[in-house]
C-alpha cells in the first residue's frame, strides 16, 4: 500500500478539492490527481466523483476517508509532538469559527506573534462549527452557546447581547437607552433561521416573556438580514459582537431576561497540550 497515495486521497477529502489539497501537501495539483489515479486503478475501485466545481466522495470513499483520517490525525499528532519544543517557525493550523467577527483579532494576535503559521479558517454556522471540531477537520473552534461535552476543551471568551436591528431614521433611535423586549410584541421582523443561535436566544427569551413578533422573512445569512432591514422590510436582531458597519442599518440594545449568549474557544481534550493549540489559546486570553 502507497502512503503517499492515501495521504494525497485524505488531503482531497478533508478539503474537497483538489487545489486545496495539493496546497496542503505543498505539491502539485498534477502529482495530487496522480496520485489518486493510481490508487483507484490499483485497487479497482471509484474513491471520488469529480464535479465541475467540487469533488464528492462516493460510498467506497466515505468509509475510506474515516479510516485515512484517523490515520493520518494520529501521524499529524506524532509530528506535533515531536516538535512541541519548537519555537512556532511554522506550521498550520484548522481554525473553525460560527462568525468572523470575534476570530478575525485573534487570527491577528497569532501573525504578529508568528508569522510562520499557515492558517486555514473554515466559517459556518454553529452546528457547522462544533462539527468540523467533533470531526477533526478543526484544531480550534470559536463557539457560541455550546453544551460542555467529554472530550472537549472549551475556554469562556466573552458575551455578547441580542440587539434590534433597524433602518436608519428609525423612531427608536431617538432613544439611546434602547428598547424593552416587549416593544417587539406584533412587530413585523426579518430573522435568521430558526438553527441560528441568535435567533434561538430571541426566541427563547420572546417565548418566556410572552412575546410574539410578527416574522415576514426567514434568511439564511448576516448580510440577508441587514439588507432586508435597509429595505425596511421589518425589524431584525443581531449578536453585540457582530454588527456591521453600514450607515444604512443601525443596532440599539434590547432590555429584557435572556438575551445574553457566550462564546467559548474549543478543542479536543486530547489534543490541548500541542504546542500549536496552546498558544492559540494563551493569545485568545490574553
Request: aromatic share 4%; with cysteine; net charge neutral.
Amino acid at each position: 500500500m502507497n502512503l503517499f497515495q492515501l495521504r494525497a486521497f485524505d488531503a482531497v477529502a478533508r478539503d474537497g478539492s483538489f487545489t486545496r489539497a495539493a496546497a496542503r501537501l505543498f505539491i502539485s495539483q498534477p502529482a495530487v490527481t496522480g496520485h489518486i489515479k493510481a490508487l483507484e486503478e490499483h485497487y479497482q475501485i471509484t474513491l471520488l466523483r469529480r464535479a465541475a466545481r467540487r469533488v464528492e466522495l462516493t460510498e467506497e470513499g466515505i468509509k475510506l476517508a474515516a479510516i485515512t483520517r484517523s490515520i493520518f490525525g494520529q501521524v499529524d499528532e506524532a509530528q506535533a509532538l515531536l516538535e512541541a519544543n519548537r519555537q512556532l517557525l511554522t506550521g498550520r493550523l484548522e481554525v473553525a469559527a460560527d462568525g468572523p467577527h470575534m476570530v478575525m483579532p485573534m487570527l491577528a494576535k497569532l501573525r504578529a506573534r508568528y508569522p510562520g503559521i499557515t492558517v486555514n479558517l473554515r466559517l459556518g454556522n454553529a452546528q457547522e462549527t462544533l462539527a468540523a471540531l467533533l470531526s477533526e477537520h478543526a484544531d480550534v473552534a470559536v463557539l457560541t452557546q455550546v453544551e460542555p461535552r467529554k472530550g472537549v476543551h472549551l475556554q469562556p471568551l466573552n458575551e455578547s447581547r441580542i440587539c434590534a436591528l433597524v433602518p436608519a431614521g428609525h423612531p427608536w433611535l431617538a432613544d439611546p437607552a434602547g428598547i424593552r423586549l416587549e416593544q417587539l410584541d406584533q412587530v413585523i421582523m426579518v430573522l435568521r433561521e430558526p438553527s441560528s443561535i441568535t435567533r434561538r436566544t430571541f426566541d427563547e427569551a420572546c417565548a418566556k416573556a410572552g412575546i410574539q413578533p410578527k416574522v415576514l422573512l426567514e434568511l439564511d445569512s448576516r448580510e440577508a438580514v441587514t439588507e432586508a432591514v435597509a429595505a425596511e422590510l421589518g425589524v431584525g436582531v443581531v449578536s453585540s459582537v457582530e454588527v456591521s458597519r453600514d450607515p444604512r442599518v443601525h443596532a440599539i440594545p434590547i432590555h429584557g431576561e435572556g438575551l445574553l449568549n457566550h462564546h467559548m474557544l474549543g478543542c479536543m481534550e486530547r489534543r490541548r497540550e500541542l504546542r500549536l493549540i496552546q498558544a492559540f489559546f494563551e493569545l485568545a486570553s490574553s
